[in-house]
């Protein structure tokens, strides 16, 4: 399966339809968050139905910028995998949207262990099934970065994501994690053997690919690349 992977669009909406041809090669759209405009909440929603316009199958999370109601929306649209667990083709999302606190300023900022605890959702089911196998087919989508990996590096000495993140990830080893919030931790790296991939901000015409295979009963990364519009 090839996914598109996206986030920071932050309402340039424009940039949406330069992409129609890739849109068209994606099984599926993974966006992680910020629709809206920094400090301008309100556009968000026209943000989210162009991008709803580009693909049947999206995977979405809230960013900081998007304000915690609009996650109603994209309910509506059935795009969210916040705080929640969803399968597709074999393969299972769950998601985690806002960002930790910072200046305060932003419309979604959380704390650590809140956006952490958008995934007990995956916990409660691999303790209720008693199959821990539901971590190799599943992709978290979270618009807070891990910390302490080129994805959340600001610069090379401040690292901004979160590590209840990273140490969530390390035991736990799920297949892939998309991230987004930090613009300049356009990147993938890994944790483990999980790849993380931060696409770097859509706004500027950052995206990338994602594409994985069935192989004997298990999901294998295949291909996994950044990429910008020239």
Request: aromatic share 8%; with cysteine.
């Amino acid at each position: 399966m090839k996914f598109l992977v996206l986030s920071d669009l932050h309402a340039n909406n424009s940039v949406l339809d330069k992409m129609d041809s890739l849109f068209s090669e994606a099984d599926g759209v993974i966006f992680a968050g910020d629709f809206a405009e920094c400090f301008k909440p309100e556009t968000g929603k026209t943000a989210l139905e162009t991008l709803c316009t580009k693909h049947d199958s999206i995977f979405a999370v809230l960013g900081n910028c998007d304000e915690p109601e609009f996650i109603e929306e994209l309910e509506e649209q059935d795009i969210c995998v916040e705080r929640s667990l969803v399968f597709h083709e074999g393969l299972a999302f769950a998601g985690s949207g806002g960002g930790t606190y910072f200046t305060g300023k932003t419309a979604n900022e959380r704390q650590e262990n809140e956006i952490l605890s958008d995934f007990n959702i995956v916990e409660n089911s691999v303790k209720d099934t008693g199959d821990a196998s539901l971590w190799k087919s599943l992709i978290l989508v979270s618009h807070n970065p891990p910390k302490d990996t080129k994805c959340d590096a600001v610069n090379a000495e401040l690292h901004a994501g979160s590590q209840l993140f990273t140490d969530f990830i390390r035991e736990n080893q799920p297949l892939a994690v998309i991230c987004g919030h930090i613009h300049e931790g356009k990147a993938i790296d890994k944790i483990g053997g999980t790849l993380v991939i931060n696409p770097g901000p859509l706004q500027e015409g950052n995206y990338a690919w994602l594409e994985l295979e069935k192989v004997n009963d298990e999901w294998k990364v295949t291909r996994s690349e950044l990429c910008r519009l020239s």
